[in-house]
């Protein structure tokens, strides 16, 4: 009599669920995110403040390229500099010491939420808005320091920059989601084509795409979680997604 074994392949299709980050692992990733942190604010603290009392600044930079041919493969340096004098010295300083401000304050807020136990779904108060301000004073120092709009059409970086601030501007009027994506699918890869183009013959036009869209993200979210109906509603929409 032949014995017949059961083999039960229930579960080769089954889905195993990614195992949850354990406390201490992230509590260890928010040590590290506040180290970094502190790593960048503080030497550009330092930078910035020593390029507004020296009213100049200077940078040089290189960059590696190859080309391979049939017989060869010949290897191109492109070196070059940044040289600032004056005012706009000044104002790339105060760029530098703003954004150092900015990172040593999310910095110190990191440390702070670690010593106080403070879970990232802890309730709203009035202290986190005030927090939030300053950052958003921060930031908002530092782009306008970077990229002076009263230096506009002269600097391309400028030129840039806020046509994509516009374009978010535009993005936030729509209040829907589908229209939100729907022009963002198709604004933003047009607008980074743009930059690299113009990057070709406007030096800084790429550069002023690229920290376009990276303001316009950080100044939405400040903003989001400063005005209470725009926190109450991404709260939710995190809750319906998470759900």
Same mark, same amino acid.
């Given at each position: 009599?032949?014995?017949? =074994? #059961?083999?039960?392949?229930?579960?080769?299709?089954? +889905?195993?669920?990614?195992?949850?980050?354990?406390?201490? =692992?992230?509590?260890?990733?928010?040590?590290?995110?506040?180290?970094?942190?502190?790593? &960048?604010?503080?030497?550009?603290?330092?930078?910035?403040?020593? +390029?507004?009392? !020296?009213?100049?600044?200077?940078?040089?930079? #290189?960059?590696?390229? @190859?080309? $391979?041919?049939?017989?060869?493969?010949?290897?191109?340096?492109?070196?070059? @500099?940044?040289?600032?004098? *004056?005012?706009?010295? $000044?104002?790339? %300083?105060?760029?530098?010491?703003?954004?150092?401000? !900015?990172?040593? &304050?999310?910095?110190?807020?990191?440390?702070?939420?670690?010593? %106080?136990?403070?879970?990232?779904?802890?309730?709203?108060?009035?202290?986190?808005? $005030?927090?939030?301000?300053?950052?958003? +004073?921060?930031?908002?120092?530092?782009?306008?320091?970077?990229?002076?709009?009263?230096?506009?059409?002269?600097?391309?970086?400028?030129? !840039?920059?806020?046509?994509?601030?516009?374009?978010?501007?535009?993005?936030?009027?729509?209040?829907?989601? =589908?229209?939100?994506?729907?022009?963002?699918?198709?604004?933003?890869?047009?607008?980074?084509?743009?930059?690299?183009?113009?990057?070709?013959?406007?030096? *800084? @036009?790429?550069?002023? +795409?690229?920290? %376009?869209?990276?303001?316009?993200?950080?100044?939405?979210?400040?903003? !989001?979680?400063?005005?209470?109906?725009?926190?109450? =509603?991404?709260?939710?929409?995190?809750? #319906? #997604?998470?759900?």
């Amino acid at each position: 009599m032949t014995r017949h =074994k #059961e083999v039960d392949n229930s579960q080769d299709d089954a +889905t195993e669920e990614q195992p949850a980050a354990s406390p201490r =692992k992230l509590l260890i990733m928010r040590f590290v995110l506040a180290l970094v942190l502190a790593g &960048l604010g503080v030497p550009l603290i330092v930078m910035g403040k020593r +390029t507004i009392e !020296t009213r100049s600044y200077d940078f040089a930079w #290189e960059s590696h390229g @190859a080309s $391979v041919t049939s017989d060869e493969t010949r290897r191109s340096v492109t070196r070059g @500099a940044v040289q600032l004098r *004056g005012s706009d010295a $000044v104002e790339h %300083g105060v760029g530098l010491f703003a954004t150092g401000v !900015t990172f040593a &304050l999310w910095s110190i807020l990191v440390l702070l939420s670690l010593a %106080g136990g403070q879970s990232p779904q802890s309730q709203w108060r009035g202290i986190y808005s $005030v927090v939030a301000f300053l950052s958003l +004073t921060g930031v908002i120092a530092a782009m306008i320091a970077f990229f002076p709009p009263w230096h506009i059409p002269r600097w391309p970086s400028c030129d !840039t920059l806020y046509i994509v601030l516009l374009f978010c501007v535009f993005l936030a009027c729509l209040r829907d989601r =589908k229209r939100v994506l729907y022009f963002s699918q198709r604004g933003f890869p047009v607008l980074i084509l743009a930059g690299i183009l113009l990057g070709q013959v406007a030096i *800084g @036009a790429l550069a002023g +795409t690229i920290a %376009g869209m990276f303001f316009g993200l950080v100044l939405a979210i400040h903003i !989001t979680v400063l005005v209470p109906d725009l926190r109450k =509603k991404a709260e939710k929409i995190a809750a #319906e #997604e998470s759900g």
